[in-house]
């Protein structure tokens, strides 16, 4: 079995990585390995990631578009919104989206949240509009559940998430728009969650809780620079969204808050999230695409989505997952530079006999893990059904799965690689892992295939050992 300590500081010496501060670069040593393509070391931008390789410092901005700064702005207060953290806003966030739709064919306009709270039920935005909150400035969900109005299911899952039938609206919500941008100088949005927590804990819920941020089938969306906290539900969620921006965000929500998924991209195409912060009750990210016949139905995969520079805390669910809900297929996903906290998982892809749809052609790698049960979890036994119509032969592929680079210290068992035996997982490829496991049982697979190469604990023998030349070749 593999000691705790040794080869640890040999990895981190080799590779100038620093737990205190992962993105640290190695000045005056010399590059060990070039990724992505023939790079020159002198160039500005580049630098070593925690891995020791130089590459260029991307950004999601070249991915998607210029933003320009609104030539209008209108502060919410012009609207009799005020700032007392008593007195509910509604009405005037109602009023400034009505008379700021007028903006929209002279560059949009700037809402401005100035210094304050700011309470409020739900909002729902305009294109063309950026919501700026000022340093100090808290938009407050409100604790009535009257203030968020009952919408309709999606159609890609059929009903509410967790109860049947329609669902409560988000906190901030928009449907159908495009050049939307919620960002500021560090301001809050918190959703009050702990009444929304209670009620799902009591079962006195009639209804789905809301997000605190959902947009429906928009494009061009940025969200930056904000704290987001306690959010009923799901955090951020963008769903059959394009062109998708998110980036130095801090989400928070207490540990043991029920279902606070960080950022959850569902159905979603040109998704970047970069340079976040999360901790919270459930899952940092996770990409989803609807949900069992509803999902495949709808048939709206979440593909092209970038994540980097993430790091996750949370003592429930994975750092970084992909499903359950992937009904609608999950494709074309790079994930590189995490830290991953605390959390029952590390990396993890979840599906069911049922789901249908697939994860494919998935990438991840540069990964750090601290205290962590299960480091890497591919699971096809995941519970959950919308209703009893889900097709029994609907089986999930998964399948062109790369896990690469991943160090992890006080990790219980390395991995659990359980497939679908109808339609075992395959083509799953580990690659320069060393894992300092704390128990006996390092590896658990079963019906899934694929490829190792420096792989510490051995994995089962379910996967091929390759060696230097054979994945130097691929
Ligand atoms: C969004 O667009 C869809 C399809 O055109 C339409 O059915 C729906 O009512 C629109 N929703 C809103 C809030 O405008
Ligand atoms: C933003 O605020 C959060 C919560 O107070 C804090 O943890 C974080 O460090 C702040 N981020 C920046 C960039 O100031
Ligand atoms: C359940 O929680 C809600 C929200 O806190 C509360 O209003 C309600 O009285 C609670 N119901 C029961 C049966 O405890
Ligand atoms: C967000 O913060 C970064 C770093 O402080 C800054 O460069 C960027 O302009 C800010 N973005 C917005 C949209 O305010
Ligand atoms: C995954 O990539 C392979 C090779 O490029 C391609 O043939 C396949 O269609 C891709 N799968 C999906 C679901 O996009
Ligand atoms: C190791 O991880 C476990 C959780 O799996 C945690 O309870 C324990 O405190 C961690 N130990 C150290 C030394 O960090
Ligand atoms: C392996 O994982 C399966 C779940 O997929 C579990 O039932 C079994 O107990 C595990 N075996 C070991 C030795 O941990």
């Not at 893990?369 to 591919?378: D, F, K």
Request: charged fraction near 20%; hydrophobic fraction near 35%; glycine fraction near 10%.
């Amino acid at each position: 079995m593999w000691r705790r300590g040794g080869l640890w500081v040999l990895l981190m010496m080799l590779n100038c990585m620093s737990f205190e501060n992962p993105w640290k670069t190695c000045e005056g040593q010399s590059p060990i390995d070039v990724v992505d393509g023939e790079l020159a070391t002198d160039t500005p931008g580049y630098q070593k990631n925690i891995f020791g390789h130089i590459k260029v410092r991307e950004s999601c901005h070249s991915h998607i578009y210029d933003w320009e700064s609104r030539p209008h702005s209108v502060s919410i207060t012009e609207f009799g919104a005020v700032g007392d953290g008593k007195t509910l806003n509604t009405h005037a966030f109602e009023n400034a989206m009505f008379s700021l739709r007028s903006y929209a064919d002279k560059g949009g306009v700037q809402l401005y949240i100035p210094k304050g709270t700011w309470l409020t039920g739900s909002i729902s935005l305009i294109s063309h509009l950026t919501l700026f909150l000022e340093r100090g400035a808290t938009i407050l969900g409100s604790e009535d559940d009257n203030d968020f109005p009952i919408i309709p299911a999606l159609p890609s899952y059929g009903r509410g998430r967790e109860l049947p039938g329609p669902r409560y609206s988000s906190l901030i919500n928009g449907e159908n728009l495009t050049d939307v941008v919620i960002t500021g100088d560090n301001g809050t949005i918190d959703g009050q969650g702990l009444v929304w927590w209670t009620a799902f804990h009591n079962k006195s819920l009639g209804y789905t809780r809301g997000h605190l941020v959902e947009l429906i089938n928009s494009k061009n969306i940025l969200i930056s620079n904000l704290t987001f906290q306690n959010s009923p539900f799901w955090t951020i969620h963008p769903v059959y969204c394009r062109y998708v921006v998110i980036k130095h965000m801090t989400i928070l929500a207490p540990l043991h808050s029920p279902n606070t998924d960080g950022i959850d991209p569902d159905s979603c195409q040109h998704v970047c999230i970069e340079d976040c912060y999360i901790a919270g009750g459930d899952d940092g990210i996770s990409i989803k695409s609807g949900w069992d016949e509803y999902g495949v139905s709808f048939g709206r995969p979440s593909s092209h989505i970038q994540i980097r520079r993430i790091i996750t805390d949370s003592h429930s669910s994975s750092g970084i997952s992909f499903g359950s809900e992937m009904s609608g297929g999950i494709s074309d996903v790079k994930v590189e530079d995490m830290v991953i906290y605390n959390h029952l998982f590390g990396i993890r892809l979840k599906t069911a006999v049922g789901r249908g749809g697939y994860i494919s052609n998935v990438s991840i790698s540069n990964v750090v893990m601290h205290s962590v049960r299960t480091g890497i979890a591919i699971m096809g036994n995941y519970g959950q059904h919308p209703d009893d119509h889900w097709d029994r032969e609907a089986y999930p592929l998964i399948n062109r799965v790369t896990i690469k680079n991943v160090v992890g210290e006080n990790i219980t068992h390395a991995g659990l690689l359980s497939g679908i035996s109808e339609r075992p997982f395959h083509d799953i490829r580990l690659i320069n892992i060393a894992l300092d496991v704390t128990s006996d049982s390092a590896w658990n697979c079963s019906a899934v295939s694929g490829s190792y190469y420096f792989v510490l604990p051995k994995p089962c023998a379910d996967l091929e050992q390759k060696g230097v030349q054979e994945e130097s070749e691929e």
